[in-house]
């Protein structure tokens, strides 16, 4: 059974950090894009990161990122990460992790969550002001 297990939430105060972690099974980031996206009240999902391997590890970052996260995959654990920095009260959303396949789709858009075929719950990220 395809699965993916997003963990790591809670609440921050403004600042602080967090490092949320996606445990799957089955994806190989040689085949498939792992990508996390948020979603807060009332505002569309939006891509936060995303990682797969073309020879070498490729990341992509949403804009309002900035620099303050970072993610990373460690393969044996079948678990990504995203270590999130000099977090905002505008950071606060649910964030989810996905996998969306690369076969045959050179042009994959790996911010885009409607190219993402399976779905972990989400975790809950609170960061008072």
Request: aromatic share 14%; net charge neutral; proline share 2%.
């Amino acid at each position: 059974e395809v699965q993916l297990q997003a963990s790591g939430g809670g609440l921050v105060q403004a600042g602080g950090s967090l490092r949320l972690s996606c445990a799957h099974s089955e994806f190989t980031l040689d085949d498939y894009v792992i990508g996390w996206f948020r979603q807060a009240p009332g505002k569309e999902r939006e891509g936060v990161s995303c990682i797969f391997n073309r020879s070498e590890i490729v990341t992509y970052y949403g804009r309002f990122v900035k620099g303050r996260f970072a993610i990373s995959s460690d393969s044996d654990k079948h678990t990504v990460y995203l270590q999130m920095n000099s977090l905002k009260p505008e950071d606060t959303a649910v964030y989810y992790c996905a996998a969306g396949s690369r076969i045959s789709r050179p042009a994959f858009d790996g911010l885009d969550f409607k190219n993402y075929n399976y779905w972990g719950q989400g975790t809950l990220v609170t960061v008072s002001s």
